[in-house]
């Protein structure tokens, strides 16, 4: 069979996520991966066993991140694809998984057909993408391009309070191998699109341009604790006020500012977190994005002079903590591009896209040419056991990317 004709085998990717899906499972039918748990270490075995039965060289990095070599005709820099497999507490079947597994995939398909590439390829799955039980997200892809010092990622303490490396140790994934092991000539993620634009546009194909910027704040309320009947309204310290006021200051903040920025309080935390008693304290996360990095300087901007005021008018102690904070990426064009063609070329619908969500690709940016495949999410839901992409859309994805990575490491 010639390159052109090839098509992945679209049962055996669907199996596969099947496979890894019901690892975590919970009675909800969301997936459970939290990153450096048993339920993690499961799903990481699962895919490592998959890779040898590739006959992918492995490795593991000092990060835990894992790779699946396939080697070229030539000893030269890879194309590497890939994402991650850890899931948040409620997480979907496709975050992340679709491109590592579709990654398996078209190497499966290469070694059916007896195909070899000049360049390696490399399938990754990089640790603790979403950042759900260590800070920050896309941490292991943030310390793989020196983003991050090892050392202060290891020291880092889940929201369980198990320290990072302790856990990676845990788990039999303190890998050797240093960092960055590969460097790159390209690497392409695939992965659903997690909003709703595809779906709503009856169109296949996103070849992903840019991603958004990402400023992740932790804000610590310190107010005074008292009766909820025998306080006058005008003597209170209420935490639990203040974390409804950055709430809603956070919604008003994004119409203010307007174009792409979005706002999220997605975390509040009450202390004593009784009925009748004004909280003492509050712990809020607020989630900003934007595509313009000065948009988004604004925006933090301005809930800081916001928290400064709401302090003084409430007579409360307010203290913020950065968590993450990323520029928004622009992607390589002629990768985007090369995306767009080989859509159209099998004949897909296809759009330029911007990435709202962050991806590992955000990282590899820094030191190889990147861009993502996007494929449709079904009413754009994620984080969310409704997650679901059309079985047609995910073959049409991983075909989208076996043919890319092929003109790639050619």
Partial sequence: MKAEQLRINPARLLDRLNQLAAIGRTEDGSCCRLALTDEDKAGRDLVVRWMRELGLEVRIDQAGNIFGLRRGTEDTDPVMTGSHIDTVRTGGRYDGCLGVLGGLEVVQTLADAGLATRRPLVVGAFTDEEGARFHPDMAGSLVYVGGMPLEE????????????????????????????????????????????????????????????????????????????????????????????????????????????????????????????????????????RNTDDASLARAEQRLGEFLRQLAREEGVKIETHSLARFAPVMFDESIAALISRTAQRLGHSCRPMTSGAGHDAQMIARIAPTAMIFVPSIRGISHNPAEDTKPEHLAAGADVLLHTLLELAA
């Fill in 153 to 288: 990622l290891y020291a880092t303490r889940g929201i369980d309070g198990k320290i990072f490396r302790d856990e990676l140790e845990r788990i039999g994934y303190l890998g050797e191998a240093p960092l960055p092991l590969y460097r790159p000539h390209a690497y392409v993620e695939l992965h659903i699109e997690q909003g709703p634009v595809l779906d709503q546009e009856g169109i296949t194909i996103g070849a992903v341009e840019d991603l958004q910027g990402i400023s992740w704040t932790e804000v610590l309320v310190t107010g005074q604790s008292n009766h909820a009947g025998t306080t006058p309204m005008r003597m209170r310290h209420d935490a639990g006020y203040c974390a409804g006021a950055i709430a809603t200051f956070v919604r008003a903040l994004t119409k203010e500012i307007g174009g792409n920025q979005v706002g999220t309080v997605g975390s509040i935390t009450l202390h004593p977190n009784l009925t009748n008693v004004i909280a003492a304290r509050a712990r809020v996360t607020v989630d900003l």
